[in-house]
C-alpha cells in the first residue's frame, strides 16, 4: 500500500510500545506459553480505533501515523464498503500473526471488471494475478447505467439488465471455484473502486479501457479518485480482434472508412489468447470485506419483463443466459454448425452471406458485454475451418468448401473492430479539444 514505506519502517520499530494492543496480543498467542501461563492479564475488552477495518487487513505500523500522511476518517460511503467487524478479534490474529499481511514482499491488485465478464484472455487479469500476491475482483454497478434517460427511455432495459446480472454471477461462481471471489458494489465506481482499494491495501487498479466518450469519462474519474490515495491505476486494451498497439498506423491517423482499414490491416497478426487461471489468491475478506450481494432488478429500478408474448410465444431475448459458462458453450455450438453447414453457394455468394450472419446473431449478446474474448473466438473458429480464414476480405467461398458462415464472422469481427477503433479515436480527439478551449464537459448527474 502506497501509505506504509521504507521510512515510515525506520522511524517506528515493530517494538514500538505505541503499537496497537491488538497487534501484540495476536503475537502473543502465535507462541507457545507453559502450562501455568493463562490470558487472565489480557482485558476482556479492547478499545480498537476507528480505522480499525482497515488495520485489520493492514495490521502496519505505517497505518498509525497522523492523518496528515492519508485521510483515514471513515465517511457513511466508506462503513457501507467495509463489514462490520464481529465482536471477537482472534480472527485477525489468525489471518495475519505476524503483523503484516501475507506476501507483504508483493502487492496486492484490484482488478475492475467491466464489460469483460469473464477469465480467459483477460489481460489485466492476468498480468495482476502475475505482478500481485493477491488480488481483489470487483464489479461496481453503476446507478447512471440505470433509469429513465432524458428522451424517457431505460438506460438499460429490463432483458439487458438481466442478462448482465446472470453474467455477473457466473463470473463469481467461476472465481470461487477457484479459490477467490468476486466484490459487487452498486455505486458510483470513483467513490468505491478507491475506498476498496484502501481497505484492501491495494497498490495498483487494473482494468480494460473502453472506447465511448462516457466511459472514457468514466475511466478518467476514477483514475483521478483513485491516484489521490496514492495508488496506481493502468489500464489494458482487450475488446477487439486486433491489439490497438498492433495496428500499423497511430490511433489518430487511422482510416475514417472500412475499405481503408481492412487494407491497412491486412496479413496482420492476432495476439495469441491468454489462458483462464486454474487457481486464484484473492485478498482475504473474512472480517474485512463483504463480498456483497448481486441487485434484482427491483433494485436496479427495473421490472422484470414477460418471458412470454401476447401469442405465447417466448419473448425475444427473454430465453438468453448471461455468462462465460454459456458463451463458451454457445461457441462449441456456433462453430460446429459453422463447418458444418450445406454448400450453398452461387455466382453472388448472396445466401451464404445471409446464412452467415444469421449465425452471428446467435454469438453477439456475449461478445457484446466481454462473456467472450473476440481473439478466442477467432481461434475456436479458426479450429473447424477446412481452410484458412482469409481476414480483411470479404467472405467468398466459391471452392465447393463450407466456411462462408466462418468466414463470414470473420468479415464482421473486422467491422466491429473498426467501430471500435474509429470510436476510440474521435472519443480522442474530442478529448484534446477540450483540453485545448479548457472546456470541460457537465457534470454527471446525481
Not at 143 to 149: N, Q, V
Not at 242 to 261: A, C, I, Q, T
Not at 421 to 443: D, L, M, N, R
Request: net charge neutral; with cysteine.
Amino acid at each position: 500500500m502506497a501509505a506504509a514505506s521504507d521510512s515510515d519502517a525506520g522511524a517506528q520499530p515493530r517494538d514500538d510500545p505505541s503499537l496497537l494492543p491488538f497487534a501484540s496480543f495476536s503475537l502473543a498467542l502465535s507462541i507457545r506459553a507453559p502450562a501455568t501461563t493463562t490470558l487472565a492479564s489480557v482485558p476482556s475488552t479492547i478499545h480498537l480505533p476507528t480505522q480499525i477495518s482497515t488495520l485489520a487487513v493492514c495490521l502496519h505500523p505505517s497505518a498509525a501515523q497522523p492523518p496528515s500522511r492519508r485521510p483515514t476518517r471513515l465517511n457513511s460511503a466508506t462503513s457501507s464498503v467495509i463489514a462490520p467487524l464481529p465482536s471477537s478479534t482472534l480472527g485477525l490474529s489468525r489471518s495475519f500473526p505476524s503483523g503484516a499481511p501475507a506476501g507483504a514482499g508483493r502487492r496486492r491488485t484490484l482488478v475492475w471488471f467491466r464489460a469483460d465478464l469473464r477469465l480467459h484472455d483477460h489481460e489485466p487479469f492476468h498480468a495482476a494475478a502475475g505482478a500481485s500476491s493477491s488480488l481483489l475482483p470487483v464489479f461496481v454497478f453503476d446507478p447512471r447505467d440505470f433509469g429513465k434517460s432524458p428522451s424517457g427511455f431505460d438506460r438499460t432495459g429490463p432483458y439487458r439488465a438481466n442478462f448482465l446480472l446472470d453474467s455477473v454471477a457466473d463470473l463469481r461462481r467461476s472465481l470461487r471455484a477457484r479459490g477467490g471471489d468476486l466484490v459487487v458494489r452498486v455505486g458510483r465506481p470513483e467513490v468505491v473502486i478507491p475506498e476498496l482499494a484502501r481497505a484492501a491495501c491495494a497498490e495498483a487498479v487494473y482494468a480494460h479501457g473502453e472506447v465511448s466518450r462516457d466511459e472514457v469519462r468514466a475511466e478518467e474519474r476514477v483514475q483521478k479518485a483513485v491516484e489521490k490515495e496514492g495508488i496506481n491505476v493502468k489500464y489494458f486494451w482487450g475488446s477487439t480482434l486486433y491489439h490497438v498497439e498492433d495496428l500499423p498506423f497511430h490511433l489518430e491517423d487511422m482510416p475514417s472508412n472500412y475499405g481503408g482499414f481492412r487494407e491497412a490491416v491486412k496479413g496482420l497478426e492476432v495476439r495469441k489468447v491468454l489462458e483462464a487461471p486454474e487457481e486464484v489468491k484473492c485478498v482475504p475478506m473474512k472480517n474485512v470485506l463483504e463480498p456483497g450481494d448481486i441487485p434484482t432488478l427491483a433494485e436496479l429500478g427495473l421490472t422484470a419483463p414477460p418471458a412470454m408474448a401476447q401469442d405465447s410465444k417466448p419473448v425475444v431475448g427473454s430465453t438468453l443466459i448471461g455468462g462465460e459458462t454459456e458463451a463458451l458453450e454457445r461457441l462449441k455450438k456456433f462453430a460446429v454448425e459453422c463447418s458444418m453447414q450445406p454448400n450453398k453457394s452461387d455466382k453472388s455468394n448472396t445466401r451464404d452471406s445471409i446464412y452467415g450472419a444469421n449465425f452471428s446473431c446467435k454469438i453477439s449478446p456475449w461478445l457484446a458485454t466481454g462473456c467472450l474474448s473476440p481473439r478466442f473466438m477467432y481461434e475456436e473458429l479458426k479450429k473447424h475451418a477446412t481452410r484458412a480464414i482469409p481476414l480483411g476480405s470479404t467472405p467468398k467461398n466459391n471452392d465447393g468448401t463450407s466456411d462462408a458462415g466462418t468466414n463470414w464472422l470473420m468479415f464482421e469481427l473486422l467491422w466491429r473492430d473498426f467501430f471500435r477503433f474509429i470510436t476510440k479515436k474521435y472519443s480522442s480527439v474530442q478529448k484534446a479539444s477540450e483540453v485545448a478551449t479548457g472546456c470541460t464537459p457537465a457534470p454527471a448527474l446525481a
